[in-house]
């Protein structure tokens, strides 16, 4: 489980960024820079995370692991794999190099996050160098934490601007002793249809997208419930590799030439009227567009039926991320002066506000 | 120390003029309830934790939601402490009324506002009672899968402010893991929207902060939960042992083979008995301990999935295995965990019910420490334990009516909490904070931590007006709770109380 790369650097981060706060110099957090592209630009020294690594522990009876934020997240899921584990989520790495800490900093979450839950549902504890210069501790690794308010799960999807995340307790999940992949010939409004229908029922649906074309589906469970639900369903075998190509971008839908823009959406969102090329993730719930529209079209159209959108074209639009109501920003705003009150963690990555 | 509020330790309330604000509230809202008279305000006193009792300044029964924002701009306008209460079923005080504040209770907010089966969600207001949600979602074949004991009585904004979990967490996840979107009320009496229909929202993550906030942050005015598809069987499997240990490890063992059950409940021999006594679900009562795991899911892998526990039971030395053989005999295994709370009251005249988490190793060394201060505090304790996730219910029996049992059982339930932060747990997995456990949070956390909470506060109730001495303590009361924590032990008269 020890790599040779293992090592407690947070001391150094700890140095880094007291001496931050003492010339009130902004830092620009970063692993290995896999996920860059997202949010706006941050200009600021760089703080380097990789240096802090290595499985802190694992128990794979108490379905905890605790990681150093500097871990690549293939190290992650290899010790998992090890135990026939894994992290539900499914993040992206979206890079070879990706790390733990940019995995919680982004809470991005890939094709089982609906039936799973996303990053922040796995989090259950983290250790945080705070705006306050203090290396601290807030949650733990129990299922079952109340204590004080939820800083832990706060940090998942922060995007680095509330403190530099060192650490995190993870709850894991045994694998699935079967998954099968199948793929089915339907239009993509009968498929949001059918999900919607079988999403009602217990089926073993771990994965669900249609490519304009075809619906394909991941089963999983145990061998009972995926071969029942597989006759029920029918369908070509489909490689399981699908899956991981949709979550890192690699299908030929994320070549073209346009600016790719992410929808989250209530699931059973029918098809959206937009201009350029769908594709449905998450059982209707993430959709990804690729489109020369503008950022203000695409928002209001996806805004009337309850969704928001972000831009994942680097640097296309000033403010990627759906801008927030004002009351909303007021308070969002007041949270990051509250817990950075220098303004030393990626400032601007987020909204120019905070 | 004294848990009920001491402005010496917990900071200094604005003092408030009773009529003046009765006359404020009465001309901005003509048709609000208020109650005000004392013996009118006497029900509110204490929440589900009715050792400690408080009776409030006024009581507030909106019905409609600009009643509670108009409210909330009142008592901001005018410096008056406001504490939210749902069903009042908590089990920390933490809905414990200030006598020199405005108690505000939600329960009235007892609609279903929608159920979409196609889109799996229900919209609720924040008085409907947890239970309720599943039973207007049941005919669609959709549930609402937290399930805290209290669900017949507690309503979901409770729910929310304390994350309450349930004997399904392991598998289902707590209150924050089933939630799409919060409508809150601010200090201000300001809207604010958290979360959204989608299944992630821009910005920070205010809906998982505002989870289990404790009614520190906002007050509450809608709630948007997932709704799921009811499993299609739920079988239940009870194994007896000879000790505890062995229940513990055989707990690992099945998680171990890849496992992961619906519930898994561990009883002790003390708590068994009581619930056999009361409720004749006809578990073994020579048991040292008992497991009860249920599986639920399809019909096909759980039947396999029996298969495969009972094996690792029988294997990690049970004496006993038995599966219920029908769906009465399965509510009946389950009636016997369900009421064991008061199952064990029957036992004695009054008992105190901790919440600690550990992670599940150290479970059998944990319970030999708790047995050694049973003895040393000449009272019973009786261990009911979410197994599969480590959250500990120990129940310490005791009579109020003899001096200086309850302070003896709530300094043996302070270190029982002690003992679970010092083997990496948590001094409280779903029952919150509150009141009760004020002085153990200063054990759990630093006064940097602390620090940060407090920051966390200021961000959306600088004035410190809502639910004031709940949650996270100051900074005064961890030096005053150390101070004396240390010498605990070598006082002279340790019934005295010294507050």
Request: aromatic residues 6%; glycine residues 10%; proline residues 6%.
């Amino acid at each position: 489980m020890r790599s040779e790369h293992d090592m407690d650097d947070s001391a150094a981060l700890l140095e880094q960024v007291n001496q931050a706060l003492q010339n009130a110099t902004p830092l620009r957090i970063q692993g290995s820079n896999s996920k860059a592209f997202l949010g706006r630009i941050v200009a600021g020294e760089v703080l380097d995370t990789r240096t802090h690594r290595g499985i802190v522990s694992y128990d794979p009876t108490e379905l905890v692991i605790t990681v150093r934020c500097g871990t690549p997240l293939s190290e992650l899921a290899e010790v998992l794999d090890d135990a026939q584990q894994m992290l539900p989520c499914e993040p992206p790495s979206f890079g070879e190099g990706a790390t733990v800490g940019g995995m919680i900093a982004c809470g991005l979450s890939g094709p089982r996050r609906p039936w799973s839950g996303s990053v922040r549902d796995f989090v259950l504890g983290t250790r945080v160098i705070t705006g306050y210069g203090k290396h601290l501790r807030f949650g733990g690794e129990v299922m079952k934490n109340v204590a004080g308010y939820d800083l832990s799960r706060l940090m998942a999807g922060s995007y680095g601007a509330l403190g530099v995340v060192t650490e995190v307790s993870l709850k894991v999940l045994p694998k699935p002793r079967q998954c099968l992949s199948i793929s089915l010939d339907m239009d993509s409004d009968r498929a949001l249809l059918r999900l919607a229908e079988w999403g009602q029922q217990p089926l073993p649906i771990s994965a669900a997208c249609h490519d304009g074309q075809r619906l394909h589906l991941r089963l999983e469970g145990g061998e009972g419930s995926v071969a029942a639900a597989h006759d029920r369903l029918g369908g070509e075998l489909l490689d399981a590799s699908y899956w991981a190509d949709i979550n890192e971008h690699r299908l030929s839908f994320f070549d073209e030439d346009q600016p790719l823009w992410r929808l989250s959406l209530p699931h059973n969102t029918p098809r959206l009227s937009l201009p350029g090329v769908q594709l449905i993730d998450w059982g209707g719930a993430q959709r990804w567009l690729k489109s020369e529209a503008q950022a203000a079209f695409i928002r209001k159209i996806v805004g009337e039926v309850g969704g928001h959108v972000t831009c994942y074209s680097h640097g296309l639009i000033d403010s990627p991320f759906q801008p927030l109501p004002a009351a909303l920003m007021r308070y969002q705003q007041n949270l990051k002066q509250q817990l950075d009150p220098r303004g030393i963690f990626n400032p601007g990555r987020l909204y120019a506000e905070c | 120390m004294n848990i009920l509020y001491d402005e010496r330790v917990d900071g200094v309330l604005p003092d408030v003029d009773k009529a003046a604000l009765l006359q404020a509230l009465r001309a901005r809202l003509p048709d609000l309830d208020i109650l005000h008279q004392q013996e009118e305000l006497r029900p509110y006193e204490c929440d589900g934790l009715s050792a400690y009792r408080t009776t409030p300044l006024l009581v507030v029964l909106p019905r409609h939601l600009d009643e509670v924002q108009g409210i909330l701009q009142v008592c901001h306008e005018r410096h008056v402490p406001v504490v939210a209460r749902g069903a009042g079923t908590g089990l920390s005080g933490g809905a414990l009324p200030l006598e020199k504040g405005v108690l505000l209770v939600m329960a009235r907010f007892n609609n279903i506002l929608h159920i979409d089966p196609a889109a799996r969600t229900a919209r609720v207001q924040p008085g409907v009672r947890n239970l309720a949600i599943s039973q207007a979602a049941a005919p669609f074949g959709l549930y609402y899968a937290p399930d805290p004991s209290s669900q017949i009585a507690c309503s979901i904004g409770g729910n929310v402010a304390e994350n309450a979990g349930g004997v399904h967490c392991l598998k289902y996840g707590l209150t924050v893991h089933n939630l799409l979107k919060l409508d809150i009320l601010t200090v201000e009496g300001e809207y604010l929207t958290l979360g959204s229909e989608a299944l992630d929202s821009p910005g920070f993550d205010l809906l998982a902060l505002f989870t289990g906030s404790e009614g520190m942050l906002g007050v509450i005015t809608e709630v948007t939960v997932k709704l799921l598809p009811k499993p299609q069987t739920a079988k239940v499997l009870l194994a007896a042992f000879d000790s505890v240990e062995k229940a513990g490890r055989a707990v690992g063992d099945i998680i171990a083979a890849g496992i992961i059950p619906g519930g898994l409940e561990m009883m002790d021999n003390l708590a068994l008995r009581a619930a056999e006594d009361f409720i004749h679900a006809g578990y073994p009562v020579d048991a040292e301990a008992i497991l009860l795991c249920e599986l639920d899911g399809v019909e096909a892998d759980v039947h396999d999935d029996c298969d495969r526990v009972r094996q690792v039971l029988e294997q990690a030395g049970a004496t006993e295995v038995r599966q219920a053989r029908d769906e009465a005999e399965r509510v009946r295994f389950w009636a016997g965990r369900k009421n064991a709370f008061p199952a064990v009251g029957r036992l004695s005249p009054d008992y105190y019910c901790m919440d600690g988490t550990i992670p599940r190793r150290e479970l059998p060394g944990v319970l030999r420490a708790i047995a050694s201060l049973s003895d040393e505090y000449g009272l019973r304790v009786a261990n009911v334990f979410h197994a599969g996730d480590g959250n500990m219910h120990p129940l310490i029996l005791f009579d109020a009516n003899q001096p200086g049992e309850l302070d003896r059982a709530e300094t043996l339930g302070g270190k029982i909490l002690e003992l679970c932060v010092k083997v990496g747990g948590s001094i409280t997995g779903e029952h919150g904070v509150g009141r009760e456990k004020i002085n153990q949070m200063c054990a759990q956390f630093n006064s940097d931590e602390l620090t940060v909470f407090h920051a966390v506060k200021a961000a959306f109730d600088p004035g410190g007006l809502l639910n004031p001495g709940k949650n996270i303590p100051t900074l005064h009361r961890c030096a005053e709770f150390g101070a004396m924590h240390v010498h605990l032990g070598q006082l002279p008269f340790p019934d005295l109380e010294r507050f």
